[in-house]
């Protein structure tokens, strides 16, 4: 079946510091890819939409400059929280639909992000 | 996306069958009910969907009333695996749209 995959896992990090999470679509393209956010037991927050060769697009709330997304490819999409800061801790979780199979959504493992 | 709501949390033993209600009065008529579920400290996880009719797969049952106002995820033989929380979302079937997720449903299953 589809699968998604995230690396790292999980990370820590200094305050101040960059960190890049990328996601990948493993066997199909997806020219779109959605980046959420989970604080600790709280539902899934979305935080921006991936679009391949295109700007991608933040909800409302999310800064654009902080979180900066890249899809320069049908299969990956990266997401650096840049300047990261202790409330930046989260976990961060990629999706993407295949469109040969659009009915159902693929999520990735989820990257554990703590900032000390 | 049409709301919906569910109960913040359930208890089933384990081997019996898990039932897990949502309400989505406001759901339209092109919107699809959707179940996700995401095991502690992993991504989301799809199970199941409908449009009206009840579905069947091989890891749950979606039963959906006639009126297409409330629907029940059935797990017919519950497992400690089954252990998570569970989301109903109700969204347009295709295309490249967002998930919006709810407080979802905390099940526990009791050994």
């Known amino acids: 079946g589809a699968v998604v995959s995230q690396h790292p896992s999980w990370v820590i990090c200094k305050s101040g510091t960059s960190v890049k999470i990328e996601c990948r679509s493993l066997d199909f393209q997806a020219t779109t890819m959605f980046w959420y956010r989970q604080f600790p037991k709280q539902s899934l927050m979305l935080m921006a939409t991936s679009n391949e060769g295109s700007k991608a697009t933040y909800e409302q709330g999310v800064e654009k400059d902080k979180f900066l997304i890249n899809h320069a490819s049908l299969t990956l999409s990266t997401l650096t929280v840049t300047s990261a800061h202790p409330e930046d801790s989260s976990f961060y979780i990629c999706s993407a639909r295949d469109q040969s199979r659009p009915t159902e959504a693929f999520f990735g493992q989820g990257t554990r992000l703590t900032v000390v | ?98 998930l919006t997720f709810g407080t979802g449903t905390r099940l526990t299953i009791i050994p």
């Not at chain 2, 089933?12 to 179940?35: D, F, M």
């Not at chain 2, 799809?46 to 049952?61: P, R, V």
């Not at chain 2, 009333?65 to 252990?83: C, G, M, N, Q, V």
């Open chain 2, 1 to 98: 996306d049409a709301k919906t709501t569910q109960p913040t949390s359930m208890d089933c033993a384990e081997g019996r069958a898990a039932n897990l209600p949502c309400n989505h009065s406001t759901i339209s008529g092109n919107e699809y009910v959707y179940w996700y579920r995401q095991i502690h400290s992993q991504g989301p996880q799809y199970i199941i969907h409908g449009l009206k009719n009840n579905e069947t797969n091989e890891m749950a049952s979606l039963i959906i009333t006639e009126d297409r106002k409330s629907s029940t995820l059935i797990l017919p033989h519950a497992t400690l695996r089954d252990t998570a929380v569970y989301y109903c979302i109700a969204q347009n079937r295709f295309g490249n749209e967002k």
